[in-house]
């Protein structure tokens, strides 16, 4: 069974190369960059896939030998039973072993994800209609992140996925992600880290991660929020530590800047 599953979907990802972004005609999910991304696919691919694909062929095999066996012109007297202790007893109780079965290694990773290391970066993302805004508390780090448009795309820039500043963290380290929004629901996701959270307005959501391949990583809101929710793209660059450090040495000048230059207009506006 697990065999022929592969097969089929060799064929699907034989032109992918490196997922961490959509591919077209994609079934599964994209490859996990992170520990909790390849428990969930772990979960999914090898518990839960199997369950339910065992259930609907059962089911399916059900429906047919019913269909055939019972048909009007095989059985013309059809019996007149009603109950069958055994029968309900059955199934009443092996669905509920099957999701017995299925919640608690799904519990456990679910509460795995949601106890947070020891912080070595945190970097705090705020929805807005319709971008995402970031902010670097402890390194005095804040910019605005937008979506580059299809006619300015540079090569290997993946359309609708890019934006003009990424967030940029360092490779085996645990990034602290707060969530927030500005206007309405948005949900800052990540699928090859295994990360998707809420950002709800005025309140402080938290998740948390840990990639273990330098590369670009792509997400989505993933919250209806809006005319432009599809337009709001979140791209994180996992980098080495020296580029990291190297990173944030521009940063710091690059955006502070920015900052300062606001407060400015604001001064001068209240003026
Ligand atoms: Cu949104």
């Known amino acids: 069974m697990k065999k022929f599953l592969y097969i089929f979907l060799a064929i699907f990802y034989s032109t992918n190369v490196l997922a961490n972004q959509p591919k077209e005609w994609q079934l599964g999910f994209q490859n996990a960059a992170s520990q909790s991304m390849r428990e969930i696919v772990n ?3 090898n518990l839960l896939l199997p369950i339910i694909i065992a259930i609907s062929v059962f089911v399916l095999f059900l429906m047919i030998y019913v269909s055939i066996r019972f048909r009007a012109s095989k059985n013309p007297i059809p019996s007149k039973t009603t109950h069958n202790v055994t029968v309900e007893i059955l199934w ?16 456990k990773i679910l509460y795995k994800q949601d106890t ?3 912080a070595d970066v945190t970097v705090k993302a705020i929805g807005y209609q319709w971008y995402w805004g970031y902010e670097y508390p402890d390194e005095n780090i804040i910019f605005d992140s937008y979506m580059i448009e299809t006619k300015d795309l540079k090569e290997n820039q ?3 996925l890019s934006v003009d500043n990424e967030v940029v963290v360092p490779v085996n380290k645990v990034v602290k992600v707060l969530i927030t929004a500005n206007d309405v629901l948005h949900a800052w996701a ?3 880290f295994g990360v998707k959270r809420d950002a709800v307005p005025g309140r402080i959501n938290e998740t948390w991660f840990k990639a273990e ?4 990583y792509y997400g989505q809101c993933s919250e209806l929020c809006g005319i432009k929710h599809a337009f709001m793209p979140i791209t994180v660059r996992v980098v080495s530590e020296s580029d990291y450090t190297e990173w944030l040495t ?3 000048i690059k955006f502070v800047k920015e900052i300062i230059e606001e407060d400015q207009f604001k001064k001068l506006a209240s003026k």
């Open 213 to 216: 391949k330098v590369g670009t």
């Open 250 to 252: 521009g940063a710091k």
């Open 190 to 192: 990540l699928p090859s």
């Open 158 to 160: 993946p359309r609708l």
């Open 116 to 118: 947070i290391p020891k």
């Open 43 to 45: 979960f999914h691919d």
């Open 92 to 107: 009443t109780l092996i669905p509920c072993l099957i999701l017995i079965v299925l919640a608690v290694p799904s519990f």
